[in-house]
Nanobody, 123 residues
Framework: QVQLVESGGGLVQAGGSLRLSCAATGRTFRLYAMGWFRQAPGKEREFVASISAVGGSTDYAPSVKGRFTIFRDNAKNTMYLQMNSLKPEDTAVYYC????????????????WGQGTQVTVSS
């Protein structure tokens, strides 16, 4: 059982940066793979980035690779997404995801979802 709460979204100009946070409850956060997904208006939910439960291996969607960085602080039960060089195409609701039954996040997401935080990138 885990609950996820996202924060850090907002309005930013193209080329700017934001850092999203996902605070998790639960006593075994370190054992969960974590990830970020997003859903833009008129589009399906898509995978953004993930970090594994073991070893901290990361994975990124091609559209964000080199611009976004996912990392976690197990001592704080928090996972982050640092977003740099933001583009209008990054505008979406961003969702935190946790996977407790596998070691990694799949492209369709794992067991638990946050409520989302809005990121809007203006031209």
């Amino acid at each position: 059982q885990v609950q996820l709460v996202e924060s850090g979204g907002g309005l930013v100009q193209a080329g700017g940066s934001l850092r999203l946070s996902c605070a998790a409850t639960g006593r075994t956060f370190r054992l969960y793979a974590m990830g970020w997904f997003r859903q833009a208006p008129g589009k399906e939910r898509e995978f953004v980035a993930s970090i594994s439960a073991v070893g901290g291996s990361t994975d990124y969607a091609p559209s964000v690779k080199g611009r976004f960085t996912i990392f976690r602080d197990n001592a704080k039960n928090t996972m982050y997404l640092q977003m740099n060089s933001l583009k209008p195409e990054d505008t979406a609701v961003y969702y935190c995801n946790a996977e407790g039954t596998r070691g990694t996040i799949t492209r369709t997401g794992g067991d638990y979802w946050g409520q989302g935080t809005q990121v809007t990138v203006s031209s």
